[in-house]
């Protein structure tokens, strides 16, 4: 875990709510003096547990409305065959999460585009470069939940 207590969970907390706030405000909202808060702030820097602090946009105002889920069946396992993959899709700005699962699926992208033309032209540059056995996909119809924040558990209540 990379924080230590019940305070360090709040800092996190209100964090995960708005990255934009100043040491001042985020020491008001905890409760805790300026200089111990900016200090367990930084502490948490350091430690990794923050990675960034980012603006989380509206995916339809910036011309990303359709998200898709990408399935893919390998038959091929090696690491020369991954790493084929992972320099394909990396570089690929659509693709905004690359997760190998246990199970049938070997991996799944979830990719944000325009519409089905543009997730069109993404399968074709991911088939053209890349062998694979199986790609399947799925339009997200409504996203009735999308979250950023980590749970912190007992430490944040």
Known sequence: ????????????SELQKDASLSVEALSERIGMPRNTCWRRLKQL??????????????????????????????????????EQLR????????????????????????ARV????????LYQKLIKKVPLADVSASFIMEEVKDETAIPLGELSS
């Open 1 to 12: 875990m990379g924080y230590k207590d019940h305070y360090d969970a709040q800092i996190l």
């Open 45 to 82: 820097e350091a430690s990794g547990i923050i990675k960034a602090r980012v603006a989380v946009l509206d995916a339809e105002m910036a011309g990303c409305g359709l998200s898709v889920l990408i399935f893919i069946r390998t038959a091929n396992h090696d690491t020369d065959w991954f």
């Open 87 to 110: 320099k394909t899709v990396m570089p690929m700005p659509e693709v905004v999460g690359f997760y190998r699962t246990s199970g049938e699926i070997d991996y799944v992208l979830r």
């Open 114 to 121: 325009s519409d089905v033309k543009a997730y069109d032209r």
